[in-house]
């Protein structure tokens, strides 16, 4: 069964630094991975979305790289903005779609 | 134009009701899932559905019944409610074997057991 672990679990950092969150899953054999954010009491907004054939995906300030032998995939938020702040998911996808626990992002002004 | 709705929003209910949670999607997915987010905000999967064919079906107790009449539809049934259950509920669609297109999301349904 596919397992995601997501690292860091929460993660502090000052308007304008640049961030990595991790994720790492089991089992490679998978079609995408995609991230996620949702805000307190909302539901999830699709961030970036990585084929399992591509090894990186970029929108604006946020790039997102694959590496799916290895099972990992990393979100790289440049000049983080205290709207920002919220909790990052990220989903791999096969049969199912199964989540990691998430990195909740606090970027302070 | 909502593409994955849910209904309701809220529910509150007394313990052993039977409550039922609506699921629409609009994208032409083939594929509908749902999940249970707990009071530590872990999202984890229930239930997944492909051309209305169960494919998922985690560790859930039977009372937890999906019904999908259709491809745009998977509704959530649950029997003789418990404390346990009171988490919020949210159903998503997708392609499920094309790799490149986003899996969206409704906002959720947030069901309180009293």
């Known amino acids: 069964k596919q397992e995601v672990t997501q690292i860091p679990a929460a993660l502090s950092v000052p308007e304008g630094e640049n961030l990595v969150l991790n994720c790492s899953f089991t089992?490679?054999?998978?079609?995408?991975l995609q991230w996620f954010r949702q805000d307190p009491g909302k539901g999830l907004t699709s961030l970036l979305l990585i084929q399992s054939s591509q090894r990186e995906q970029t929108s604006g300030r946020l790039n997102a790289s694959l590496d799916k032998s290895s099972g990992r995939s990393t979100l790289y938020i440049a000049a983080s903005q205290p709207g920002d702040s919220a909790t990052y998911l990220c989903?791999?996808?096969?049969?199912?779609?199964?989540f990691g626990a998430g990195t909740r992002l606090t970027v302070k002004p | 134009d909502t593409a994955v709705s849910q209904t309701p929003k809220y529910l509150v209910t007394q313990m052993g009701n039977d409550k039922s949670i609506k699921c629409e999607q609009n994208l032409g997915h083939d594929t509908m899932y749902w999940y249970k987010q707990d009071s530590k905000k872990f999202l984890k999967i229930m239930f997944s559905?492909?051309?209305?064919?169960?494919?998922i079906n985690e560790t859930v107790p039977n009372r937890f019944s999906p019904k999908s009449p259709d491809k745009a539809h998977l509704n959530l049934h649950i029997n003789s409610l418990e404390l346990g259950d009171s988490a919020v509920y949210f159903c998503?669609?997708?392609?499920?074997?094309?790799?490149?297109?986003?899996?969206?999301f409704g906002q959720g349904t947030r069901l309180t057991v009293v």
């Open positions: 998503a669609s997708s392609h499920g074997d094309r790799g490149n297109t986003e899996a969206f």
């Open positions: 089992d490679s054999a998978i079609y995408n």
């Open positions: 559905y492909n051309n209305k064919e169960l494919i």
């Open positions: 989903a791999v996808r096969r049969d199912d779609m199964r």
